[in-house]
């Protein structure tokens, strides 16, 4: 079975972590800092950002998958699903990049990606148990 839906979603998020990843190794040479963050604020955040991407959205695309493969949902949404978590992520990036403090986009993005995991989870165990 094709996984297209799931891959969408996959790609782009794949192209959001290359961006932030990016912008940690940029801060690290502008800081001279190789390992750690050697308590550079700036480098701290970018990095936070960073593995907050490489927590959650792991686990949310293997639910997407699942989901998609074993069609315990239409397509469009799957598509809702992966549409919000990539918003979800980039809010979350964008919010924690401008300020260490609660930000709307933080706040949002976390909710949206805790939703998408709770919902596509929820949908799993409901399909496997039909």
């Known amino acids: 079975m094709n996984a297209g839906i799931t891959g969408l979603y996959a790609g782009l998020i794949a192209v ?8 940690v ?9 190789g390992i750690g963050d050697q308590g550079v604020v700036e480098l701290q955040s970018a990095i936070r950002v960073q593995g907050n991407l490489v927590e959650y959205a792991p ?8 989901a998609e493969l074993n069609a315990a ?14 918003l979800a992520r980039l809010g979350h990036a964008f919010g924690l990049s401008s300020s260490p403090d ?3 986009g933080r706040f949002y993005g976390t ?3 805790w939703l998408v995991i709770l919902v596509l989870g929820v949908l799993l165990i409901v399909n496997a148990l039909n």
């Open 16 to 23: 959001l972590l290359i961006a932030l990843s990016y912008r």
């Open 25 to 33: 190794s940029k801060l690290r040479l502008k800081s001279r800092v």
């Open 59 to 66: 686990i949310a695309l293997l639910l997407l998958l699942i």
């Open 73 to 86: 949902a239409p397509a469009l949404a799957l598509h809702a699903a992966g549409a919000t978590l990539v």
């Open 102 to 104: 609660r930000t709307p």
């Open 111 to 113: 909710l949206l990606t």
